[in-house]
């Protein structure tokens, strides 16, 4: 039997529940757990010495992996570590830094495949680092200014020459009220560029905005690419497409080579094995780079257009790709 798969994701990810279904339809071993079971519901013992590299095990209430054995790890988002009732604010924040120097700090050293390595991720988040190597790595990017002075904005309208976006920096998703809200990208007219209030109070980022025929959302998973074009189907959805997912339609679409040579350069670059990469394809078939997700969503984009994306994602994990 081949080397065990673990697992950490948030326990009601249930796009991660069909990676595990069909890994266990393959006679997959497969550990599952969340970092926020820990250390209620999960129970770490590991040691290292001068004979050995690191051993021990991973226990929950109904199964237990030995961390010396686990061949590959999917990690998705888990949750945060959840402590006993009655313990301080202080305490639960220095319970909360030896949990992710502890438990953390053992997952990462495990030296086997990941699906991602959640440092690689950490670093592959920060736009600014994905449009620097995007653009070494030889795909085409969009001017991209970010700032928080009013003045440089209106200065790179003008040098622009063109229509520009306003779009965050970081996640688009904040709450509020209790209420789950998302920032989309946003057109800035004459108006808005006449009253730029608010920009200084954090880093604002803006691009020169591409022309688009359709938009790709490119799921990249070790050496393969699926390709989904993006349909709009409204003006809300032109604008972006997350805005008005009623409105879209999707095509599988084929990759240009220069642009898939370029994006294996990007992922190896920045030491990912997953990527959710989003593309403006123009008129004249150019393709310019967005930003890649170490983290995408990739379940709907299944549903909408067959591309196999859970079993490519397993294959990943069993090496077989």
Request: glycine share 8%; aromatic share 8%.
């Amino acid at each position: 039997m081949s080397a065990p798969v673990l697992i950490i994701a948030a326990d009601d990810d249930w796009p991660t529940d069909r990676i595990v279904v069909e890994l266990a339809s393959r006679g997959a071993e497969v550990f599952r757990m969340d970092t926020a079971d820990f250390p209620q519901q999960l129970a770490l013992a590991a040691r290292i010495d001068q004979e050995q590299a690191w051993t021990g095990d991973l226990t929950t209430e109904y199964r237990t992996i030995g961390v010396s054995r686990v061949g590959a790890v999917y990690y998705r988002a888990p949750g945060a570590f959840r402590f006993p009732e009655g313990m301080s604010g202080p305490e639960e924040r220095f319970a909360a830094a030896q949990a992710r120097a502890g438990l953390g700090g053992i997952l990462s050293a495990l030296e086997c495949r990941w699906v991602n390595h959640p440092a690689a991720m950490a670093r592959a988040e920060y736009k600014p680092v994905q449009l620097a190597a995007a653009r070494s790595c030889g795909l085409r990017i969009p001017a991209t200014l970010i700032t928080n002075r009013p003045d440089d904005v209106r200065a790179f309208a003008a040098e622009v020459g063109g229509p520009i976006v306003c779009k965050p920096v970081a996640s688009p998703v904040l709450i509020e009220g209790g209420r789950l809200k998302t920032v989309y990208t946003r057109c800035l007219d004459e108006k808005d560029l006449e009253d730029l209030r608010g920009i200084d109070t954090t880093a604002h980022l803006f691009q020169a905005w591409a022309a688009k025929e359709y938009e790709v959302r490119l799921t990249i998973i070790g050496e393969r690419m699926l390709a989904a074009a993006i349909h709009a189907g409204s003006v809300a959805a032109y604008e972006d497409w997350r805005s008005d997912y009623s409105s879209l339609t999707y095509t599988t679409t084929e990759i240009p080579e220069p642009v898939a040579s370029a994006v294996r350069r990007l992922m190896e670059r920045l030491s990912l094995r997953y990527g959710a990469a989003d593309f403006v394809v123009d008129p004249d078939g150019q393709w310019t780079f967005l930003e890649v997700n170490p983290c995408g969503q990739w379940d709907w984009i299944q549903g909408a257009t067959g591309l196999p994306i859970v079993e490519t994602i397993a294959d990943e994990l069993q090496g077989a790709l």
